[in-house]
């Protein structure tokens, strides 16, 4: 009689277990496939210059193909605006399924782009209108893939959880990064020209294809479908006077961003890409010390975010953002013309960043409340992002080839103003540990 009537907890436990793997596996897996696609692209900058740009001035062809990096992020805020409305108003699962789906779409298209040789122009025009469709897919998918996760996890473990976010996402960034050091390993550097740095962005569209049908299988967030079943249809928030009505909490998310998105660019994505063209390291060599400073990256994310959930998110956000003042211009320091000095350097300003990304995407979704948790979040982030993130490698790379070995100094000048920023505004957020996102304040 007693194994009859646990039978039921039990087995509600195992559905329980069930949903929380397919929670997190599905999410992770979407959020690892866009980043992938995102960032792959600065890994194989050097290679997509020599192919889709003019040889005729090799330096030129590099900036240029830095720049588009930064024009992809110029459609993130029409992307987090779109999703962001889609999350809002339709759901997060949906949102999150279709933004994979874009971004795979987009990785496609830059595999099957014809090079400079074969039709001019073309292939640079091909390869803006492939990165703005991937802009518009990554402006909502984190933002998307962040409400989800945090909404459904336990409120005593959301720091943990919503370190899941860069984890995931570094995992697909790591795998490009590793990718691009076997290819060019592997294959000589005229394979690696003529067809290698197309294979990573062809597996994106495959990776797409399964993250896409992961997702489609997820459960809506409890916490959206709570809300969106008890509100009656005329009591349903307008969602332009809902963002209106807290534009002050919008101002937050671009505050805390605007120097933590500078830093994390440039030393966590195109740092190799820069030391291979600017500082003159081996590209096998600069592209494994990334690899490995990204490794230290991936542990660390999950211990900040648990340590939030035990002292709060604002003393971890305040004390990892006042360490990158302090070590950003030691560690660029280092950085010289060594692949080791690329992973200390790297792996120094990741300690602290780590701390930041962890626990933003729980700060954020504690900021706002439910019918506008994710477009609240989406629009202010891309923007800040399109206009920092997205111009810091090209700044990074145009400050050191317009003012010489001065322009490192002025850039790193920028970053830690940036910074000083970020360290204010977090002064102004309210502490959300353990808050109930069912409740909207």
């Known amino acids: 009689m007693p194994e009859t009537t646990s039978t039921p907890a039990v087995l509600g436990q195992q559905r329980e277990r069930r949903q929380v793997v397919r929670t997190i596996v599905g999410t992770a897996a979407g959020n690892a496939v866009e980043w992938f696609d995102w960032a792959v692209y600065a890994t194989f900058a050097s290679f997509i210059a020599g192919q889709l740009f003019s040889p005729e001035n090799p330096s030129s062809a590099f900036l240029m193909t830095l720049a588009i990096f930064a024009v992809g992020f110029v459609a993130r805020p029409v992307g987090g605006f779109v999703f962001g409305w889609i999350g809002d108003k339709v759901g997060r699962k949906t949102s999150m399924t279709l933004s994979v ?101 062809a597996l994106g569209a495959v990776f797409g294809l399964v993250a896409l049908v992961m997702r489609s299988r997820l459960a809506e967030s409890t916490v959206f479908a709570g809300e969106k079943g008890s509100a009656a249809p005329q009591s349903k928030p307008n969602l332009i006077a809902e963002m209106a009505k807290h534009w002050r909490k919008a101002l937050q998310v671009i505050g805390m961003t605007v120097g933590l998105t500078v830093v994390y660019y440039v030393w966590g994505v195109s740092t190799p890409a820069y030391a291979i063209n600017v500082l003159g390291i081996d590209p096998k060599q600069a592209l494994w010390a990334g690899a490995a400073a990204n490794l230290v990256f991936i542990v660390l994310l999950p211990m900040w975010g648990r340590l939030s959930d035990k002292v709060g998110r604002r003393p971890v956000m305040l004390v990892c953002t006042a360490a990158l003042i302090i070590a950003y211009f030691p560690a660029s320091a280092i950085l010289k013309d060594s692949a080791i000095q690329l992973a200390v350097s790297m792996s120094l300003m ?92």
């Open 101 to 201: 789906a874009l971004a795979s779409l987009g990785s496609l298209a830059i595999a099957l782009t014809p090079s400079y040789e074969l039709i001019g122009s073309g292939a640079s025009l091909m390869l803006v209108i492939a990165r703005l469709v991937q802009g518009l897919a990554h402006g909502g998918e984190l933002p998307s893939a962040q409400t989800y996760l945090c909404e459904m996890a336990p409120a005593e473990r959301r720091g943990l959880w919503s370190s899941l976010i860069y984890v995931s996402g570094t995992v697909g960034i790591l795998f490009g990064t590793l990718l691009g050091a076997v290819l060019s390993t592997v294959l000589s550097s005229e394979q690696m020209s003529a067809f290698g740095w197309r294979i990573p962005f």
């Open 350 to 441: 990741l300690v602290f960043i780590s701390g930041v990304c962890a626990i933003a995407p729980a700060i954020f979704s504690e900021l706002f409340p439910t019918s506008v948790r994710t477009i609240g979040v989406a629009v202010p982030y891309a923007i800040c992002v399109a206009a920092f993130g997205g111009t810091a490698a090209y700044l990074q790379a145009g400050f050191e080839a317009w003012l010489g070995a001065g322009g490192r100094t002025v850039f790193g000048a920028y970053a830690v103003v940036l910074l000083l920023i970020s360290l204010i505004t977090v002064l102004t957020i309210r502490e959300g540990r353990g808050r109930d996102l069912s409740v909207n304040d």
